[in-house]
């Protein structure tokens, strides 16, 4: 049997994070002990033109990063990437980094730690599109959203998993509602929102009472120790979000799309069938 994991509790002060968008340079805004999170890390490389190159070592993690903004070259293993909006690189544990641009240069960077070393890899966004287990439409007005799994099967990785979701004008998304038990945490940040749009993200093990109904907007994040986690959007807007995973257990709990259905809305499955292709 698989062992069980002790989860965090769903605690707004442990699982929100705002506006974790605006600061230059390199920032940390969720890793374990400060947050709710277990093994997932998420920070932000913001670069501006002018701004030097921003360089780290990510030790015993394995990163990806992923470009929400602008573009620019990461360096790292002695090879120079280029990346545009929605790119993402996975970079092995004991690997530096160097990111640099001459305009503006916005990454996500997320991590986790890993006893293996896997392959650097990066994935550009105009081929994802292509491939129908990686980008798909899943669900039906009023829950139908556009889903882009990044760094997933597609990735020989250890825990880290992420993509980007893109709600239609005042859907829902994360619907029906799920959870991963004992496989993995996650974590959203909300992207390509700009005021005045907003959104509503719950987490909850008790439909009946939840534990966190949150407003959320541009760069702030919520984490998703355990529970179910639907969200909307406010009227006239969408709500999107890059949704960033680490698995408990290193390989074996590395799975997307394998997900508990919350009983009362199992019936037509989870909407992501496409991924298991």
């Excluded at 605006?22 to 277990?38: C, F, M, Y």
């Excluded at 790119?87 to 890993?114: H, M, N, Q, T």
């Excluded at 979701?165 to 909300?190: D, I, K």
Aim: hydrophobic content about 35%; charged content about 20%; overall charge negative.
């Amino acid at each position: 049997m698989q062992a069980q994991v002790k989860l965090e509790n769903i605690d707004p002060a442990t699982c929100v994070v705002k506006e974790t968008h605006l600061k230059k340079g390199r920032n940390i805004s969720v890793k374990p002990g400060e947050t709710a999170s277990r093994n997932l890390f998420y920070g932000r490389v913001r670069i501006e033109a002018g701004d030097t190159p921003v360089a780290f070592e990510n030790g015993g993690h394995e990163t990806g990063l992923v470009c929400l903004n602008g573009s620019g070259m990461v360096t790292t293993a002695g090879q120079t990437f280029s990346m545009n909006r929605y790119d993402a690189l996975y970079v092995p544990r004991d690997s530096k980094i160097i990111a640099a641009s001459d305009g503006d240069f916005d990454l996500a960077e997320l991590s986790s730690p890993v006893e293996k070393h896997y392959p650097l890899q990066l994935v550009k966004f105009e081929e994802i599109r292509k491939d129908s287990a990686l980008h798909f439409v899943a669900g039906k007005p009023p829950a139908e959203r556009d889903l882009n799994v990044l760094i997933g099967k597609n990735v020989e990785a250890g825990r880290i998993m992420a993509g980007v979701t893109f709600s239609s004008e005042g859907n829902w998304t994360s619907w029906p509602p799920h959870e991963h038990e004992n496989m993995l945490e996650e974590a959203y940040l909300y992207i390509d929102m700009p005021a005045p749009q907003w959104g509503i993200q719950m987490v909850y093990t008790n439909p009946g009472d939840p534990e966190l109904v949150q407003v959320v907007r541009e760069g702030d994040v919520v984490i998703m120790p355990q529970g179910y986690h639907p969200n909307v959007a406010a009227p006239g807007g969408s709500i999107n979000f890059l949704w960033m995973m680490a698995a408990n257990r290193e390989g074996d709990d590395r799975q997307f799309g394998v997900v508990n259905v919350q009983p009362e809305y199992a019936t037509g499955g989870s909407g992501l069938e496409a991924s298991q292709k």
